[in-house]
């Protein structure tokens, strides 16, 4: 949506605010009012960040911020969206179906044919930022325990499969070999970076109940995770298919949207009651109906899950990046070391996803390439940070507001660089000089 049209909704908005103010004290009036600040502020935000070459993430995340911080030049109009819990809960919804869109995006045959050299692209790329983002915790953060420390390791362990592979595409490079490597490895990252969320919610949980840390904790963790994932993907692989059947022969529109959408929040629902987090529940439901197709009666042709439900996570998604960007107090940076765990965390970022390079072995690879492509953590390293806020162990919230501002900068900078980066050395490959002409839309 360009500026030019979206003017007439932000007239429409204000009217909208002079109405409400004269209905009195309905409950309901406080979530209209955030929920059109929020989606009309997003999508400016995303169309100005679209038009720099951005991914739109970026600009509601940015737009989140600057709501959130509006007080601190005068405005303090929008505080009651960061306390409002009916906006809370929407954006938990928002993940949980910005989840099972990355699900769906990911398919279980492209991780079984990704090969070697994804499989070990994709485990140096999250043990060696684990360990980074836990020596990062260790030395500024020494007043803070271990489960702080692990956890700041676990933020930095995925890699944003929708921001890698747009990249790609613009790139014109998504049927490379670099391509298909990078992004087999993002896929089994984001698989292997919701275990160990898993593992590390599941032991701070533990701990914070007063049970003893064990090895053994871990591994019933880790075991409780890899059931789950793996029993879900194989009863569901040959259940739903039946279940969706049945369900084509239901009348009336939008019911096996409305049943996926439910099966999604099934599955997630199910993940909490074992211990993990909904988000594995979500992701996982996405990866059973990867192949689903649904038939619109309005349509000539079946259409995708995906293509469906795309209407809706474009309403849900954006209040949780803008609601995770009112988060950021930008005057916990006037704090000593804020701004220093910000820089050091953002180095420990890059610098663990460059160690995959030592994971391709064909010398024909563009190494530095796969190392870049795995950078950025978008929208899967701001929902560890959240999962984070909600977490106590012995009376210390797991990720303080100052870690959590910190991470944010951390997956906006990671999230920033990589497409001129990317470009930049995909681009000093080529041999055919006709080719180096520039991909960027518009350019």
Not at 120 to 144: E, Q, S
Not at 236 to 253: E, I, K, M, W
Not at 301 to 321: A, C, D, G, K, Y
């Amino acid at each position: 949506m360009t500026l030019r049209r979206s003017l007439p909704l932000v007239l429409v908005a204000a009217g909208g605010v002079a109405l409400m103010g004269a209905t009195g004290s309905d409950a309901a009036i406080p979530v209209i009012l955030a929920l059109t600040i929020i989606l009309i502020t997003a999508k400016l935000g995303g169309d100005l960040a679209s038009r720099i070459d951005q991914p739109p993430v970026l600009g509601e995340l940015i737009v989140g911020v600057l709501l959130g911080n509006a007080a601190l030049v005068g405005i303090p109009w929008f505080e009651f969206i960061r306390t409002e819990p009916v906006v809370e809960v929407l954006s938990t919804l928002g993940v949980l179906i910005l989840l099972f869109e990355v699900g769906l995006e990911s398919t279980v045959r492209d991780m079984m044919k990704v090969g070697l050299a994804s499989l070990l692209v994709a485990l140096l790329g999250v043990v060696t930022p684990f360990a980074l983002g836990w020596g990062v915790g260790a030395l500024l953060l020494p007043d803070h325990s271990a489960y702080v420390h692990a956890f700041l390791g676990a933020t930095l362990t995925a890699t944003s499969v929708g921001i890698t592979a747009r990249v790609l595409q613009d790139l014109g490079r998504s049927k490379s070999s670099e391509a298909k490597i990078i992004l087999g490895a993002a896929v089994i990252d984001d698989v292997l970076g919701l275990i160990i969320l898993a593992v590390v919610g599941g032991v701070i949980t533990a701990a914070n109940a007063g049970q003893a840390f064990s090895p053994a904790q871990v591994g019933a963790v880790l075991g409780k995770a890899a059931v789950f994932l793996f029993g879900a993907l194989a009863i569901g692989v040959n259940l739903t298919p039946r279940l969706f059947g049945l369900a084509s022969r239901l009348r009336g529109r939008g019911v096996l949207v409305a049943l996926s959408l439910g099966f999604c929040f099934l599955l997630s629902y199910l993940a909490s009651l074992v211990g993990l987090a909904p988000i594995v529940g979500a992701y996982a439901a996405g990866l059973v109906l990867e192949e689903t197709r649904v038939k619109d009666p309005d349509r000539l042709r079946p259409q995708t899950l995906e293509e469906l439900l795309h209407p809706i996570s474009s309403f849900m998604v954006p209040i949780f990046f803008v609601l995770m960007g009112m988060r950021v107090e930008l005057q916990v940076f006037t704090e000593p070391g804020v701004l220093t765990l910000a820089a050091v965390l953002t180095l420990a970022a890059i610098l663990g996803k460059q160690a995959c390079s030592l994971g391709v072995w064909d010398p024909k690879l563009d190494r530095l390439s796969i190392g870049i492509g795995m950078v950025p953590r978008g929208e899967v390293g701001l929902i560890f940070a959240q999962v984070g806020l909600s977490l106590v162990v012995l009376g210390e919230r797991v990720v303080d507001q100052a870690t959590f501002s910190a991470v944010v900068i951390m997956v906006i900078v990671t999230t920033l660089i990589t497409p001129p980066a990317l470009k930049w050395s995909l681009g000093r490959k080529r041999r055919n000089p006709s080719s180096l002409e520039s991909p960027w839309p518009g350019q």
